[in-house]
């Protein structure tokens, strides 16, 4: 199986932009990026998703490096409600999505 | 809004004893996984549904275990017998079809076996 490796925790001031990085080495031809998140006592929410070209949403931004080694998601303005748990999944559409240990976001006032 | 709907939101059950959740997806959804997720850690896949076939179930503790959705739609996971290594939350998330990346998780049922 792909794997992903992220950081355990990272911190942000409000307002400003966070970057959370996730590397997959062993990423596939077929495989997608996707992002989740988790809010304290809630089921994950979906982020956002991208195969080879950066995507931008509603909610992030995702930078996919040319290699397909790497991929970043920016939030733009951290918020406290952005304070969660963030996953990076590989995986090929929706087809056995995977989740690791994941990031954990604080975001400090 | 649309959601995927879970039941019962808590469960204690004893060791030994059987135990059930339910899941009742986003209408039209096709693809239906369950996970579980132990405290501190990210959600494991157990089973992934495509309408009524299941997809994916390598990770599922089969002898123990057991999912189902006989027509497609909802969706039951059962344990007998419960362990105490079982307590955890269980997620349950749905997806429009296959190759559609957006998955819809519902709140999850937590489960304490004492």
């Known amino acids: 199986d792909a794997k992903t490796t992220q950081p355990n925790s990272m911190e942000s001031n409000e307002e400003e932009p966070v970057h959370l990085p996730c590397n997959h080495s062993?990423?596939?031809?077929?495989?997608?990026i996707h992002w989740y998140r988790q809010l304290p006592s809630q089921g994950p929410e979906y982020v956002i998703h991208?195969?080879?070209s950066n995507v931008n949403n509603r909610m992030a931004s995702l930078a996919i490096a040319e290699d397909r080694k790497s991929s970043t998601l920016i939030l733009h303005r951290a918020t406290l409600r952005d304070a969660a748990v963030y996953y990076c999944i590989l995986a090929y559409n929706n087809n056995d999505m995977r989740f690791g240990a994941g990031t954990r976001l604080t975001v400090k006032p | 809004e649309a959601e995927v709907a879970q039941s019962p939101r808590y469960k204690i059950t004893e060791k030994s004893q059987a135990v059930a959740f339910w899941c009742d997806p986003i209408s039209g959804h096709a693809t239906l996984y369950w996970y579980r997720q132990i405290l501190g850690q990210g959600p494991e896949l157990l089973v992934q549904f495509q309408d009524e076939s299941v997809v994916d179930d390598s990770q599922l503790p089969k002898d123990r275990f057991s999912a189902e959705r006989l027509k497609g739609v909802d969706s039951t996971l059962k344990i007998q017998p419960a362990e105490l290594g079982d307590s955890a939350m269980y997620l349950c998330?749905?997806?429009?079809?296959?190759?559609?990346?957006?998955?819809?998780f519902g709140q999850g049922t937590r489960l304490t076996v004492v």
């Open positions: 991208g195969l080879t």
């Open positions: 062993t990423i596939s031809g077929t495989d997608y």
């Open positions: 998330a749905s997806s429009p079809s296959w190759g559609v990346p957006e998955a819809f």
